[in-house]
């Protein structure tokens, strides 16, 4: 290991253990009731739940894949947080204002009050087997991206240290704190991440001359709308199942809106999702200029994906390498951190009351605890056994995260504005759509 690895290695340890710390000492009082666990006892002001949702939707892929598609498809990369941060506005507006008034502590339970339990559990259901079943992955893929931030070899003994690195950490303050330990320390990893991305991408800019000459060098890279046989983003595409995997990412995800429903109250809430709906235009700072500038000072490699990692090392001195490096691992963190607080909120509060009607709001957060540090551990143990087949299975998890937005988000839309809409066309529907 070079002494420059030693030093980048040092300051993104040094930062791991900073979060970890943070986040267990803020959360050490936030793990009695089901509100102060799993909602923060709906204290959350607007700047915590936007810099919150912000980081919950940026993760170590933005900057590693998305920097590589900004390379090929230029500003067409941008169209999902553009659209993104619209149907956010729109959801702020239309849905957040009713599910407060439910008083709801998960998603799903606002299925249970507008439709019937089966409908909750069907879609509550979903979500947890999704989870359990993407576990593995996503360990794997954040210990992919850390291997590859060092160089370091991927085999099956460094996939699963990394996966206890982060179980040590993220799981650490996630499971031990609840959603107050997760939404503090995102709002330290926004800021990190976008110190990061600003370096890179005005260094960058500057290296290659300004963003005239790179008009110049890729004058078809600045069209937001591509032609309908573009393979990264035809304008097809764009304005139909890009726009409706939005609208009802931001209508109906668990891991998203668990911190709008902890807001203080509707203003907190609403301003919450309407700041984390304009932070998303920083993707021009994280991944979009950084891919057009590769595209230019990196014309012909063939693996775009290792753009980024590229440049943090050939802009920046040692230290501040390890500062943007440290970004990368704080989205990886916050992206996972969410995952683990919502699939342990639904868990304890829509599936065990099914098993155990008369359990005690202590038992529910311990049995939330429990499934999450064991979904955890069955994530590091089974994660190198998708090493030969990541590209596969992680397309094939997008592909079913894609097809189940479909009958989930038709049961909230139309359950929130027709009111005709019974208990049995929202359970054939979510049934049928998932299977």
Request: charged share 10%; aromatic share 12%; hydrophobic share 55%.
């Amino acid at each position: 290991m070079t002494t420059e690895q030693i030093i980048d290695l040092t300051v993104v340890g040094a930062y791991l253990i900073a979060v970890t710390i943070l986040g267990v000492w803020v959360g050490r009082k936030k793990s009695g009731s089901a509100e102060d666990y799993f909602l923060g006892g709906r204290q959350f002001t607007w700047v915590m739940i936007g810099f919150s949702l912000f980081a919950t939707n940026i993760n170590m892929t933005f900057f590693v894949a998305w920097t590589g598609k900004a390379a090929r498809a230029g500003f067409a990369a941008f169209n999902p947080e553009l659209l993104g941060g619209i149907m956010l506005t729109i959801s702020a507006m239309v849905f957040i204002p009713l599910y407060l008034r439910s008083k709801i502590y998960t998603i799903p339970q606002f299925l249970e009050l507008r439709f019937n339990t089966s409908s909750k559990v069907i879609f509550g259901g979903t979500f947890v087997l999704q989870n359990v079943l993407a576990s593995p992955i996503a360990i794997y893929t954040a210990s992919l991206g850390i291997l590859s931030l060092f160089g370091w070899e991927v085999n099956q003994t460094t996939v699963v240290m990394c996966g206890i690195c982060i179980a040590c950490t993220v799981g650490l303050y996630a499971i031990f704190g609840g959603l107050t330990s997760v939404v503090i320390t995102d709002m330290v990893q926004v800021v990190i991440m976008i110190v990061g991305g600003l370096l890179v991408a005005v260094i960058g800019l500057w290296k290659v001359g300004g963003i005239g000459v790179i008009h110049d060098a890729l004058p078809n890279n600045f069209e937001l709308l591509r032609p309908a046989n573009d393979k990264e983003f035809p304008w097809t595409a764009v304005l139909s199942g890009q726009l409706l995997h939005s609208a009802f990412y931001a209508f109906t995800s668990i891991q998203i809106l668990q911190r709008v429903l902890a807001g203080k109250n509707k203003h907190h809430a609403q301003c919450g999702m309407l700041l984390g709906a304009y932070l998303k235009l920083f993707g021009v700072v994280l991944f979009l200029i950084p891919g057009l500038v590769a595209a230019v000072l990196y014309a012909g490699v063939e693996n775009t994906d290792t753009l980024y990692t590229t440049m943090v090392r050939d802009f920046l001195p040692v230290g501040l390498s390890g500062l943007v490096l440290a970004g990368m691992v704080a989205a990886m963190m916050s992206s996972q951190d969410s995952g683990i607080n919502a699939v342990s909120s639904v868990v304890a509060l829509d599936i065990y009351p099914l098993v155990r009607k008369k359990a005690s709001q202590g038992e529910a957060v311990a049995v939330g605890k429990v499934f999450a540090a064991g979904n955890l551990i069955w994530g590091i143990l089974a994660a190198p056994i998708f090493m030969n087949m990541n590209s596969a299975l992680f397309d094939l998890a997008m592909t079913v995260a894609g097809f189940m937005v479909i009958p989930s988000g038709t049961v909230f839309l139309f359950g929130r504005f027709n009111k005709r809409l019974n208990g049995k066309g929202a359970t054939t529907t979510l049934f049928l759509g998932m299977l």
